[in-house]
Nanobody
Framework: QVQLVESGGGLVQAGGSLRLSCAGS????????MGWFRQAPGKEREFVAC????????YYADSVKGRFTISRDNVKNMVYLQMNSLKPEDTAVYYC????????????????WGQGTQVTVSS
């Protein structure tokens, strides 16, 4: 079982950038697709981005496409989310997730989640 710990959240002004990191431990990321989700106050958790293990393909929510970039370092057991041109509506707790099944990951049905990191974008 993989354990995940997110970091890198914080307070940033609109238009700014943040880079979130997700560190995995317990076992290698090998075979796991990785994703980022977010949950704003009073809203349901939503998909942000994911990167598939087998193909390396990346997928993004329409709301972040062109602004966010997901990447991974399989040697370091890390996955990153580079967030540029941040908007107040990006404010949320961001969660890292892992799953050996890419579709299950994209649907937010993974059993493996981090504890989350808060991102706040001020206007």
């Amino acid at each position: 079982q993989v354990q995940l710990v997110e970091s890198g959240g914080g307070l940033v002004q609109a238009g700014g950038s943040l880079r979130l990191s997700c560190a995995g431990s317990g076992r290698t990321f090998s075979g796991y697709s990785m994703g980022w989700f977010r949950q704003a106050p009073g809203k349901e958790r939503e998909f942000v981005a994911c990167i598939m293990w087998s193909s390396g393909n990346t997928y993004y929510a329409d709301s972040v496409k062109g602004r966010f970039t997901i990447s991974r370092d399989n040697v370091k057991n890390m996955v990153y989310l580079q967030m540029n041109s941040l908007k107040p509506e990006d404010t949320a707790v961001y969660y890292c997730a892992a799953d050996q099944a890419g579709l299950r990951l994209r649907l937010g049905r993974s059993d493996t989640w981090g504890q989350g990191t808060q991102v706040t974008v001020s206007s």
